[in-house]
């Protein structure tokens, strides 16, 4: 299974709508940061200790941020903080983050008959993803995973990942070999392979066989 991304251009029905999607972004920028902060003096990659330091005082003084927004910026963290780690980068500071950018899943999307409906921090924004004939035939063939929403020169964008089945190369050719008594061999295609001489010892052999097999009895 090989991945294929493809970023397109998001159309809104209004401009209210582009900027209550631009407004979540920027709430999850921030829940991000103050996130990094407190991930910053916890020394596990705990998601547990992570939750419990940093959720519910945040929620209460920041009401208006869909509790999934906030969840998302925590995983977020999180896998940040991993890779920091894997990169072996030794940090004096908590990590900031500056772009604008959500990874969807379930909870804060969904997607149907091409129209997205994505979590903001009033009701659900439905838009439309700019649909070019590239990206209109991975849709119809492929499903894609949970997207990235990321805003870029002052549009929104969605960036799709489908996964690709690779494709088993098919080789309908192959050869049947049996070997016989009289033929040395016989392919499937009909060719007959013979030894006269090879044929020839065999038969004196058997015959040698049979004739000290008479003399012991």
């Known amino acids: 299974m ?15 709508d582009k900027d209550k999607i631009v407004g979540m972004l920027e709430k999850q920028r921030f ?17 547990v200790l992570l939750h419990g330091q940093f959720y519910t005082k945040f929620r209460q003084s920041q009401p208006e941020i869909p509790s999934q927004v906030v969840i998302s910026a925590e995983q977020s963290v999180l896998s940040a903080y991993r890779s920091i780690k894997s990169n072996k980068q ?3 500071k908590p ?36 649909i070019y004939p590239k990206l209109q035939e991975l849709i119809s063939k492929y499903r894609f995973c949970d997207p990235l929403l990321f805003g870029k020169d002052g549009e929104t964008w969605i960036c799709l990942t489908f996964d690709i089945p690779e494709i088993l190369s098919q080789n309908k050719l192959a050869v049947g070999v049996d070997v016989g008594i009289c033929n040395l061999a016989a392919t499937s295609e009909g060719n007959l392979y013979q030894d006269k001489a090879f044929n020839g010892r065999k038969r004196k052999l058997r015959f040698n066989k049979r004739k000290l097999q008479s003399k012991s009895k």
């Not at 090989?2 to 209210?16: A, E, I, P, V």
């Not at 829940?31 to 998601?47: G, R, Y």
């Open 90 to 92: 030794k940090l004096e």
């Open 2 to 16: 090989s991945k294929l991304t493809y970023n397109t251009r998001l159309d809104f029905q209004s401009d209210s």
């Open 95 to 130: 990590p900031e983050k500056k772009k604008l950018s959500i990874r969807l899943d379930k909870r804060t999307y969904s997607y149907k008959n091409g129209v997205f409906s994505i979590i903001s921090l009033e009701k659900r924004v439905k838009c439309s993803p700019y």
């Open 31 to 47: 829940a991000w940061n103050e996130c990094s902060k407190v991930k910053f003096n916890i020394p596990t990659n705990s998601i």
